[in-house]
């Protein structure tokens, strides 16, 4: 589902051939399942189970340097579940978008439709929200969007 | 029996489980994402959702037998069952998991224990019939042949 014309003017990030994608779900089937949709789509994907085990791959844990000591492969795009115990994927959002990695666009996944939630992660700078269960068409759209986004 | 019999009735029988709501298109499309490179993603994926909805039905029932319940405990593992079933196309369970989610919002005791009958039941059901389709398919491919589409 898209944003309506919501793409961030200032995103510096290249979303070239092969994006590496940092997926997050704490549900272990919808965690399998967005790996194969994504690497079907040519992405490299690497996966968190949760937004803890997230900000830590990304650099930006509390104990952590600087995201960009370079020790951290370099993500094109995160890609997060609403729904996780702990840390929301609407928290791992905001610490995101007020982090180094701020320009790294977050896509929110749900099973819950709700236009409050949409609006409200949208608001906080989420690229794109998208319903589950996850298809391989939603995969080719969010590429296409992206990669419409950073050209 | 021959190939051609094997893929017949798996066809066939692939056809009966959406009919009867048994599965979803969810699960056409992981049979999509199966390729040369993931030949066993739907057996692998299928198989994790089987060791999940365990897990979580024992939850469950371990959550519905204390004297007080805690909902918000019994609504996070239906919430998961929910998600995963409803991921790889497990159409009924899913049902089942809309129904018992409300009674967690109630706080209905019987009902939510109601629902976890029928789950479990739903559960069995959609395992079963996986099970025999992919040794269905096993047998095609031991006697030589290929998953008909």
Redesign the interface.
């Known amino acids: 589902m898209d944003g309506g014309g919501g793409c961030s003017k200032d995103m510096t990030v290249e979303f070239g051939d092969e994006p590496h994608v940092l997926a997050v779900d ?5 965690r ?2 967005v790996e ?2 994504l ?2 789509s040519s992405c490299r994907v690497t996966t968190a189970e949760n937004g803890l085990r997230a900000l830590e791959y990304l650099g930006l844990a509390n104990d952590q340097r600087n995201a960009m000591d370079g020790t951290v492969s370099k993500v094109n795009l995160i890609i997060t579940d609403y ?1 996780m ?1 702990g840390m929301t994927g609407f928290e791992l959002l905001k610490k995101i978008k007020e982090s180094v990695l701020k320009e790294v666009p977050v896509v929110i996944m749900s ?1 819950e439709y709700s236009p409050t939630r949409i609006s409200q992660c949208l608001k906080e700078g989420a690229q794109m929200f998208m319903l ?5 068409s939603d995969v080719k759209q969010l590429k296409r969007h992206l990669m419409k986004c950073s050209s | 029996m021959d190939v051609v019999q094997l893929q017949r009735q798996l066809v066939d029988y692939r056809t009966s489980l959406y009919h009867e709501g048994f599965l979803d298109e ?1 699960f056409t ?2 049979q ?2 199966q ?1 040369e490179n ?1 030949p066993h ?1 739907v057996v ?2 299928v198989s ?2 089987f ?2 909805s365990e897990r979580h039905l024992n939850e469950l029932t371990t959550a519905l037998e204390q004297q007080s319940v805690d909902f918000r405990r019994v609504d ?1 593992h239906v ?2 069952l ?3 079933s ?4 497990a159409q009924r369970v899913q049902q089942v998991c809309i129904a018992f989610r409300n009674y967690c919002e109630e706080q209905n005791v019987e009902g939510c224990l109601e629902c976890l009958q029928q789950v479990k039941h739903e559960y069995s059901l959609v395992k079963t019939k996986l099970e025999s389709m992919f040794q269905l398919e096993q047998q095609i491919l031991t006697a030589g042949g290929s998953i008909p589409m």
């Open positions: 704490d549900n272990l089937t919808d399998k399942l194969k949709l690497k079907s729904c115990p099973s589950k269960p996850l298809k391989q | 969810q499309q992981l999509e994402l390729d993931n993603f692998e994926v994790l959702f060791e999940d996070a919430h998961q929910k998600g995963s409803s991921s790889i196309g």
